[in-house]
């Protein structure tokens, strides 16, 4: 775990609310001088806090999309077999995140496709990957009532939650 103060919180809330402000920006809304605040910002980008910056697609506004959550189960539990599942679904562009998860099980992927006919190809072609798949059941988003970009960073850290 990384140990964090008040500074560094307040670079990491306002960096994940404006990733593309100056150094100079940045300092001013966080209370530093320019200089420490970019060796603090470079600092937690060289231990690995922050992992990159990019921009908010609005996918609306670039054609017709499906997003789809799909629940597989594999077939066998043997690490090999863990990552070689993950190593090929690590290939399919469509599959934009995958979480190995305890429960009913083993992995939810969130899938963003042009269509339900390319996301029902796409799992087709897991499926002829022979990567273990035994079962998966997929949920199509009819719409999102609710999207946060920022962690909440302060209740993480503190762990005490927002409402208390």
């Given at each position: 775990m990384v140990k964090l103060d008040r500074f560094d919180l307040k670079i990491l809330v306002h960096?994940?609310?404006?990733?593309?402000?100056?150094?100079?920006?940045?300092?001013?809304?966080?209370?530093?001088?320019?200089?420490?605040?970019?060796l603090r910002t470079k600092r937690l980008q060289d231990i690995g806090v922050i992992r990159g910056?990019?921009?908010?697609?609005?996918?609306?506004?670039?054609?017709?999309?499906?997003?789809?959550?799909?629940?597989?189960?594999?077939?066998?539990?043997?690490?090999?077999?863990?990552?070689?599942?993950?190593?090929?679904?690590?290939?399919?562009?469509?599959?934009?995140?995958?979480?190995?998860v305890s429960g009913g099980y083993d992995?939810?992927?969130?899938?963003?496709?042009?269509?339900?006919?390319?996301?029902?190809?796409?799992?087709?072609?897991?499926?002829?990957?022979?990567i273990g798949i035994l079962k998966f059941s997929s949920r199509i988003v009819l719409r999102q009532p609710l999207l946060r970009r920022n962690y909440p960073l302060s209740t993480i850290i503190s762990g005490k939650r927002s409402w208390e």
């Open positions: 960096l994940q609310r404006q990733g593309r402000c100056s150094n100079v920006e940045l300092a001013e809304a966080v209370g530093l001088s320019p200089s420490p605040c970019l910056y990019g921009a908010d697609i609005v996918l609306e506004t670039l054609g017709s999309h499906v997003v789809v959550f799909s629940e597989v189960t594999i077939g066998s539990h043997h690490p090999a077999d863990f990552r070689k599942f993950e190593d090929v679904v690590g290939k399919y562009e469509e599959i934009v995140e995958c979480y190995n992995y939810l992927l969130k899938i963003v496709a042009p269509s339900v006919a390319s996301f029902q190809a796409l799992m087709e072609q897991l499926l002829d990957e022979q």
